[in-house]
Each structure stands twice: as structure tokens, then as C-alpha cells.
Nanobody, 123 residues
Framework: QVQLVESGGGYVQAGGSLRLSCAAS????????MGWFRQAPGKEREFVAA????????YYADSVKGRFTISRDNAKITVYLQMNSLKPEDTAVYYC????????????????WGQGTQVTVSS
């Protein structure tokens, strides 16, 4: 079956960095966009970043622009999220998602989701 498995979360001090990975398996993901979303306690799941299959189009939430970088390795069917200059407000569970999407920031368009990885940023 289709699986998206996130890794790389953890605890970091403000200003630090983390790199999240998401490995996909179980079907071909050719043509699929892949994205990262996050959900903090008591809040809705929100868009963070997305990347098209070709890798030449990337999209970011305003809150992470200039600090986060999304990339993918289609040979490994893996997407990455490099997070720099982390802030306490980045604390959340981060989810990887995959799907054929026309609007990268709309979570309802993603067909497959991982279980999430916790990122905690201390002040």
C-alpha cells in the first residue's frame, strides 16, 4: 500500500536548523506534487511548502519564505524540507503529502499523507 514516512523531526533551539525527509512507496509518484503541511496544537493544519514533480516549481507559505527550502529526489521518491532560522512558532507536527494538485496550498487536493513528525523549537 501507499506509504509516506517522515523523519528528521526533533527538538532544537530557536535559530537552529532541522532537515525533514519524506520517503514515499507503494505506487508510482510520477507527476505527483509533494508538499509539507504542519499542525500546531489547537490550530488547523496549514500549508508550508510544495514542489512539482519536475522540481522546477516550488511554493512556500509567507511565514517560512527565506528560511525553509523544499527539494525532491525522484529516483529515491523522497522529498526534503530544510528548515533554517527556526522560531518557536514553527513548533508543530509536520506532515508530508502527495497528489495531483492544481493548487499546491490546498490540503484537500492531496491524496496521500504521512503520519507526521514532531518539530519543537524552544525559545
Amino acid at each position: 500500500q501507499v506509504q509516506l514516512v517522515e523523519s528528521g523531526g526533533g527538538y532544537v533551539q530557536a535559530g537552529g536548523s532541522l532537515r525533514l525527509s519524506c520517503a514515499a512507496s507503494g505506487r508510482t509518484f510520477r507527476g505527483y506534487s509533494m508538499g509539507w503541511f504542519r499542525q500546531a496544537p489547537g490550530k488547523e493544519r496549514e500549508f508550508v511548502a510544495a514542489i512539482k514533480w519536475s522540481g522546477d516549481s516550488t511554493y512556500y507559505a509567507d511565514s517560512v519564505k527565506g528560511r525553509f527550502t523544499i527539494s525532491r529526489d525522484n529516483a529515491k521518491i523522497t522529498v526534503y524540507l530544510q528548515m533554517n532560522s527556526l522560531k518557536p512558532e514553527d513548533t508543530a507536527v509536520y506532515y508530508c503529502a502527495a497528489g495531483y494538485v492544481t493548487s499546491s496550498s490546498h490540503r484537500d487536493q492531496y491524496a496521500y499523507w504521512g503520519q507526521g513528525t514532531q518539530v519543537t523549537v524552544s525559545s
